[in-house]
Structures are given as structure tokens and as C-alpha cells.
């Protein structure tokens, strides 16, 4: 069992190396522990159901159920868990679509430990972890959603959405606006509503198109 306090991991990628690689590392933060293991999508999906980890390092290519087929399903079953892909360099491509698909965000299979450290924290933390040209490809590939809506925003709702933008956590964004988080949460709802949007990241993705904060 995972000590109180600690980012609790869950580790899915089909090759035994990468999982053992990243627990030898990952084993020896002291805010974070690994929790469990999954070697497909399928799998991974029922330890997630299981062990109910804070965040989970999602491989993409995998046999069976693949990342984004696994990452959608968790939406579906809407296990809390933050899903942070690992791809290698050559696959940016699934990128978008595993963002699509409710990804908290992503890193390459040889990011510096230090750096897959920092990532857990940010999306543990709330944040959306989106490097420069994963941003622009969302951009370039919305559809509109939320087009002309942004009049329905409440002048709270917009400095809400403009700390979203920011990548600030419920947590963060309470603090700074002086509210509680529950008020926070209410916020984030009213505005993916009302943009017709469907999670935080193209929630960050149509303030920054609009003009609205980062």
C-alpha cells in the first residue's frame, strides 16, 4: 500500500524493460510510488479499475487494446486517474489523438528521469502537460467547437478559463481567485458546457485561440 501523500503510479506498456526501468527510477522519489504494472491496454484499464492510481504512464503501441483505446475507455468508466502517455519520437502522430482521447499529457520514452518525475507532479497537480508542437497540431485541428459561444461566459467563468489556459490546477485556481475549490469545479463545468467542449485541455486550447489568457 502506498504511503499517505505519495503520487501513486500505475505503470502499462507491454515491454517488461521499460517497466522495470521506470519503477527502478520512479521507486526511489519520495513522493512517488508505484503501485502496480499492466503489460496491454486491456489490462492496464483493469489494474487502473483496481488500484485507482492518481496517474497512469500509458504506452501507445501496444498488442491488443492500444493507449487511446485504453485511455477512452477510462474516460467512459470515468476512472479519476490522470493518464500520462509515454510515445518515442516517432510516433507524435498518435499524440493528438491520445489527447483526444483524455490524456492529461505526454513525454518521450527517452525523457531525462528527472524531467518524467516533474511531468507526474504537474499532472498529479492538475495541469495539462503540452509541449510547443503538440499544442499547435490541436489548434490546427479544431473543428470550431465553441465558435461564437464565448459570449455566454460569465466575467468569472472567463478568469477561470484564463487560469485553465495558464495551467492552473481547481486547487491553484481557487486560491487565486478566492474561492473554494467545490465553487471552482462548478466554474470548469458551466464552462465546458456552455463551449460545448469536453475536458480542460480544449478547454486551455480555445482561450488561447481566443485570446484568453496564456
Do not use: C
Amino acid at each position: 500500500m502506498a504511503e499517505p501523500g505519495r503520487i501513486r503510479v500505475l505503470l502499462v506498456d507491454d515491454h517488461q524493460v521499460v517497466r522495470r526501468g521506470l519503477r527502478t527510477f520512479l521507486q526511489v522519489q519520495d513522493d512517488i510510488e508505484v503501485v502496480g504494472e499492466a503489460s496491454d491496454g486491456e489490462e492496464g484499464v483493469a489494474r487502473a479499475e483496481e488500484l485507482r492510481p492518481d496517474v497512469v504512464l500509458m504506452d501507445v503501441k501496444m498488442p491488443g487494446l492500444d493507449g487511446i483505446e485504453a485511455l477512452r475507455t477510462l474516460r467512459d468508466l470515468d476512472n479519476p486517474a490522470r493518464v500520462l502517455v509515454v510515445t518515442s519520437f516517432t510516433e507524435k502522430r498518435t499524440v493528438v489523438p491520445a489527447l483526444r482521447a483524455g490524456a492529461a499529457g505526454y513525454v518521450y520514452k527517452d525523457v531525462d528521469p528527472e524531467a518524467l518525475a516533474r511531468a507526474i507532479r504537474s499532472v498529479h497537480s492538475g495541469h495539462v502537460l503540452l509541449q510547443p508542437e503538440v499544442a499547435l497540431a490541436l489548434l490546427s485541428q479544431e473543428d470550431g467547437g465553441g465558435q461564437g459561444r464565448g459570449g455566454s461566459l460569465t466575467e468569472r467563468e472567463r478568469e477561470v478559463l484564463a487560469l485553465i489556459a495558464d495551467g492552473r490546477s481547481n486547487r491553484e485556481i481557487a486560491r487565486a481567485l478566492v474561492l473554494s475549490e467545490k465553487t471552482v469545479k462548478t466554474h470548469v463545468s458551466n464552462i465546458l458546457m456552455k463551449l460545448d467542449l469536453a475536458d480542460r485541455t480544449q478547454a486551455a486550447l480555445w482561450a488561447v485561440r481566443h485570446g484568453i489568457g496564456a
